[in-house]
């Protein structure tokens, strides 16, 4: 199913944020190439310009030009079509099931990911395939659609109240007590709180990462129109990305400390890989 949505969404002329549409490339792009190129600097990926870099989540390419040695793990073949078939064959865009990438070991100096590991049914498969490919001393720079809400991917707050069962219309009534800061903020402190304290009694081992699973509907898709996240299959919070990776080694550029983590938002993860 999840297959064949984003083939759908990526066909020629289909209305969906994903394309860039008529007037070519969408204005959020933009802000990706600027973030992403700083991060190219920062890490001085950008001066190596013999470096093998990763994105994931490639979907249209837009961003295939930022780096010399830019390739595109896609796991739409309408999107990777569509990119061969404008920029040429020779073009390094593969399609690709990050749960499972076909490249080999340590070949990437960098990984970089926009708004896709929340639509990976298994994200720790993903996370895991990163820290596979990313050779020792690479960067990686990560940013999902972090902390997706539930009720999203079910259409709540757009479906009408007598198409709902009894416990759906409990779950919208809760919504704006689960949305305040303070009920969000608790939660994710109790959490963050217990996940710390489980990687402390760990000891040297690596913890897998704590994601939750989410059930989107691609019929109450295509019935009341796409928003953001409501495709999203994954519920991944920053705090347990960023303890997947410190608990291998890995230097986290973006959170440097215990009250970084503790307080991670909605903000990208820049991590290093441990030499």
Known sequence: MTKDFYNEVYQVGHESEYDGGPDGIPERINILW????????????????????????????FLSKIHPGWHGAEYS??????????????????????????FANEYFDGVFSWATLEHVPDPNKGFCEIDRVLQKGGYALLA????????????????????????EKLERLSIPIREHIVFRASLAL??????????????????????????????LIKQFGHVSDDDAVADIDSHAAILFFQSRGYKI???????????????????????
């Open 144 to 167: 999902p659609a972090w902390h997706c809400r539930p009720w999203t991917v079910k259409k709540l707050e757009a479906r009408p109240w007598l198409e709902l069962s009894f416990l």
């Open 34 to 61: 600027q973030q992403t190129d700083s991060w190219l600097i920062d890490t001085s990926l950008k001066i190596k310009s013999d470096a093998k870099i990763l994105e994931i989540g490639s979907g249209m390419s």
């Open 253 to 275: 550029i973006s959170h440097p400390s215990f009250l970084h983590r503790m307080f991670a938002r909605h903000e990208p993860v820049s991590v290093q890989k441990p030499l």
């Open 77 to 102: 073949s309408s999107a990777v079509e569509r990119v061969k078939n404008r920029d040429g064959a020779h073009t390094l865009i593969f399609e690709e099931d990050v749960e499972c990438l076909s």
């Open 190 to 219: 109790f959490q963050r709180c217990w996940s710390e304290f489980s990687m402390w009694r760990a000891g040297n081992k690596e913890v897998s990462l704590r994601y939750r699973k989410l059930y989107p509907s691609w019929e």
